[in-house]
């Protein structure tokens, strides 16, 4: 199944000490890309409140977070093709930790496009990080099992998105003054920049709270021994691109999830806003809807990683993206209590899909694993270009009708799950 997982597997094996520890390390990742990735979603609630932008500017920070996603993730897997697993984590954690340490400058120059600077560097540390772990949970153990392993290591990103969240909700949004952006329109210059200078700092400290973190945990990660999981570093790119763009199965799964992952920030970055239109609540208290929908994608992740031992994963995720397909449309169609629990169930069903389309594509990849993997972390760019779709279309025709954009996502993903299942993706 994987000849990548077939080489590593006999080193984590001769120390079972060191496998464990260093898969509790690598797990630690991706609840630190996970609190990344949710803060990042509230920020688009907290900069349209203190600078009264629109929903299309405000989606620049979602352009500036998953296109880091896109132009590091390629360099990331030549990095950790050259040298070895554990630097890639030293680096991404730098990055991460220097980009939420950007923060500062950036309140003091009160400048959005300096926050959008810091933002691009905190992802490019992400990305980094998704690009070493997927590959390296995938390598650590038996190749049957890979998909299922990296659910389990996904389960664990939720809780960082719960932390994201509670960290925004406590320390950033609570933060922001109850004036309107009419208000504001009416309020003196000086006056105005008192409000919103109190209101960047609240996301700024936010932020360097995380960047001391992670540098202790970078710290931690520099002295640890990680079970080598590397090859010799010779490889051919081109000769590696020319093989993965022969492998159908990888093609279209590196294509489904690009819409998956547009799919998902597109529906977290409007949950809190159309959970202010549903219910005519403020940010705060809308932010709870958010909160319940991102446990909810917690504790389903792990129902579905425990499912996967009784049926296939292929089936699951046909299963799944059918789900989210019909609860997207409900949410434009239905109105009150019932388009607000259609919002909520869509992250229930989400749970599955980004482990399970990156485990399905890598299948049979063997010693192309790495690039392939950075295509997959890549593909991370479609929440760069498929929210600001939705923003746009929130701002002409409402935000209920902008998701169509994610039900037409979901519907690329179930067309990758029914092939799969039928077995017309093969490799070539």
Known sequence: MYNFCKKNVMTTRGNNQSYKFAFVLLTSLFFFWGLANNMTDTLLAAFKHIMSLSDTQTSLIQMAFYGAYFCFALPAALFIKKFSYRSGIVLGLSLYACGAMMFYPAAVAESYFVYLAAIYILAGGCSILETVANPYILSMGSPETATRRLNLAQS?????????????????????????????????????????TDELDAITFTYMGVGEILLLVMIIMFFVNFPTGSDDGKFEIRTSFKRLFKNKRYVFGTIAQFFYVGAQICVWSFTIRMAMHITGKGEVDSSDV?????????????????????????????IAAAS??????????????LALAALVAISVFMSLMFPTICGCSLKDTGDDAKIAASGQVMAIVGGAVITPLQALLSDYAGITISFIVPTFCFAVVLAFALSLCKGEVQKS
């Open 290 to 318: 958010y909160l319940i929908s991102i446990i909810l994608f917690a504790v389903s992740r792990f129902l579905f990683t425990y499912l996967m031992r009784f049926i296939k994963a292929e089936r699951l995720l046909v």
């Open 156 to 196: 664990f990103n939720p809780f960082g998105s719960i932390t994201g969240i509670l960290l925004s909700r406590f320390f950033i949004l609570r933060g922001l003054q109850n004036y309107t952006a009419e208000d504001r329109a009416t309020m003196s210059p000086d006056m105005l920049k008192v409000i919103q």
């Open 324 to 337: 989210a397909l019909i609860c997207s449309i409900g949410v434009i169609l239905f109105s009150g209590v």
